[in-house]
């Protein structure tokens, strides 16, 4: 246990909706990292941040932006929630070398 | 382009005979290499991992093995247990760790009692 937490754990949104998730880390950890899991693709990296307020593309950033505006939280937003946005997100965090994941948020885009 | 290749996308074993799960990779850059386990409804867990001045790596069940000239690394659980029933991710990344990840598209291993 990496001292994660995501929210919400289960979501289920319209399309067009803005939506926002959020990843909490209480060790200190630099780098925090987007992820989401999708049947066939293992998991993609959607965004990272190597710290405050410095953020970066993943392989899969289209239709998604990042925040982060201190160590210790990684805000996630779908700006206009789309079908093919419907996954499991999870958050990792890394100080280097392995990374530890969140539990994880079950994103439904109806 | 998938970089990482996990290409048997399931595996059965009997309780207590070697699982074997394999990976390959394209990218040469590639130095770090890690293994994942995943349960339904958690987030992936950190097994093991070896770095490319390595060939082997063993933590008590779990052995991962490198061949860089064939760009192959391997998972070896002995005894497979019960347990050991998930879903397992090879991931790799550059400058030993100190860079992104990417992971395979995972194999599903049942373990038979």
């Known amino acids: 246990d990496a001292g994660i937490t995501q929210s919400p754990r289960h979501k289920v949104t319209e399309t067009g909706t803005p939506v926002t998730l959020r990843c909490h880390q209480t060790?200190?950890?630099?780098?925090m990292y987007w992820y989401r899991q999708d049947p066939g693709h293992g998991l993609r990296l959607i965004h990272y941040?190597?710290?405050?307020?410095?953020?970066d593309k993943g392989e899969v950033s289209d239709g998604y932006s990042v925040s982060r505006s201190k160590t210790e939280d990684f805000l996630l937003t779908l700006e206009s929630a789309t079908s093919s946005q419907t996954s499991v997100y999870f958050c990792?965090?890394?100080?280097?070398?392995?990374?530890?994941f969140g539990p994880g948020t079950r994103l439904t885009v109806t | 382009d998938q970089q990482v290749k996990q290409n048997s996308p399931s595996l059965s074993v009997q309780e207590g005979r070697i699982s074997i799960l394999n990976c390959d990779y394209t990218?040469?850059?590639?130095?770090?290499f890690l293994w994942y386990k995943k349960y339904p409804a958690e987030g992936p867990t950190f097994l093991i991992s070896?770095?490319?001045?390595?060939d082997k790596n063993e933590d008590g069940r779990f052995t991962v093995f490198l061949n860089k000239s064939a760009k192959h690394l391997s998972l070896h659980i002995v005894p497979s247990q019960p347990g050991d029933s998930a879903v397992y991710f090879c991931?790799?990344?550059?400058?030993?760790?100190?860079?992104?990840?990417?992971f395979g598209t995972g194999t599903r291993l049942t373990i038979i009692p």
């Open positions: 990792a965090v890394t100080n280097g070398g392995e990374q530890y």
């Open positions: 060790e200190n950890h630099r780098y």
């Open positions: 941040s190597y710290g405050v307020k410095d953020t």
């Open positions: 990218n040469s850059m590639f130095d770090y």
């Open positions: 070896i770095s490319s001045i390595k």
């Open positions: 991931a790799a990344s550059g400058n030993f760790g100190n860079e992104k990840l990417t």
